[in-house]
């Protein structure tokens, strides 16, 4: 099947500084890609949707100078949070649409990327 | 709009008893609809899905779950349960077009512990 890696898995950070995850699809080309976030027992909670080569769709809520999202190419998209502070301490999560899947929008899951500011 | 309930945040069964996990959806349109497991501090691995087609679907680690419209429902069922069977159990909803296609509604998640 489709494989989505994420990197780092797990990141630990001071407050005011920013962190960089990065979501690959390895063998399989992407066309969209969606950023989740996720609290300890709880569900996803969709952040943004970013198609290649166009700026993401952030959803309701979701400050986008805060979460930079950019979708350079059509394996790689990137999730910045900008200027962390503990409360953005979470699970981060990406998924890709693509592929053969696409037609049924089925979506591939990376590992996710647990981020702790300190 | 679409949205997903999941009855019941967490279910528990002993090794070896039916697992029955519940989950209705609402739609405005046919739906996909799908079941994902998560692990502990991991990303989510797909179960099973249904788009269209047969009704009972069958999945991965003996999972199926059949598709009944007239219920609004998608619930997910094993015969019997197995100690690796414990995880977080998501069931999500999509819209089957091209503008909103991949965009998962998820529900809250059922916590399923199986006792040995």
């Known amino acids: 099947g489709a494989v989505v890696s994420q990197h780092p898995s797990w990141v630990i950070c001071k407050s005011g500084t920013s962190v960089k995850i990065e979501c690959r699809s390895l063998?399989?080309?992407?066309?969209?890609m969606f950023w989740y976030r996720q609290f300890p027992k709880q569900s996803l909670m969709l952040m943004a949707t970013s198609n290649e080569g166009s700026k993401a769709t952030y959803e309701q809520g979701v400050e986008k100078d805060k979460f930079l999202i950019n979708h350079a190419s059509l394996t790689l998209s990137t999730l910045t949070v900008t200027s962390a502070h503990p409360e953005d301490s979470s699970f981060y999560i990406c998924?890709?649409?693509?592929?053969?899947?696409?037609?049924?929008?089925?979506?591939?899951f990376g590992e996710g990327s647990r981020l702790t500011v300190l | 709009a679409q949205s997903v309930t999941q009855l019941g945040s967490h279910v528990s069964v002993s090794e070896g008893a039916l697992v029955l996990l519940r989950c209705n959806y609402s739609s405005s349109v046919p739906p996909y609809l799908f079941w994902y497991v998560q692990y502990p501090n991991q990303g989510l691995q797909l179960l099973l899905k249904y788009t269209t087609g047969a009704t009972l679907v069958k999945g991965i680690n003996g999972f199926e779950a059949e598709f009944k419209k007239s219920e609004t429902s998608f619930h997910l069922t094993k015969p019997s349960a197995h100690m690796s069977d414990a995880a977080e159990y998501f069931c999500?909803?999509?819209?089957?077009?091209?503008?909103?296609?991949?965009?998962?509604?998820f529900g809250r998640g059922t916590q399923l512990t199986v006792w040995p």
């Open positions: 063998d399989f080309q992407a066309t969209t």
């Open positions: 998924s890709a649409l693509g592929g053969g899947a696409s037609v049924t929008g089925e979506l591939f």
């Open positions: 999500a909803v999509s819209e089957n077009r091209g503008s909103t296609l991949g965009r998962l509604y």
